[in-house]
């Protein structure tokens, strides 16, 4: 029964591991869509400049309406990897604790 309750013991000092091996796939998932919205960014200057040279309507509303999709996902991207961030760190300090 000792070494039940020890085996037991070190599962659960294993699943604060995995929790933060996790959160840390999080994290770079949200470091991805924070580099998407950086291309974003990129695409809506590109589209914004083109739309400066051809001087046309439809180009114009284009190049606002990525601006405007751009300027709008960045921060909520950033914020996540922020936050993804401090999460895996509360993570592994438990699972150090542990």
């Not at 284009?62 to 914020?79: D, E, K």
């Amino acid at each position: 029964l000792v070494g039940l309750g020890l085996l037991a013991l070190a599962v659960l000092a294993v699943l604060p591991a995995l929790a933060a091996l996790g959160l840390l796939a999080l994290a770079g998932l949200a470091v991805l869509a924070a580099l998407a919205a950086l291309g974003l960014l990129a695409l809506a200057g590109l589209a914004f400049l083109a739309a400066l040279v051809a001087l046309a309507g439809p180009a114009f509303l284009a190049a606002t309406f990525f601006a405007g999709l751009a300027v709008g996902f960045f921060p909520v991207a950033l914020g996540l990897a922020d936050l993804d961030a401090v999460l895996v760190l509360a993570a592994v300090f438990v699972a150090a604790l542990v």
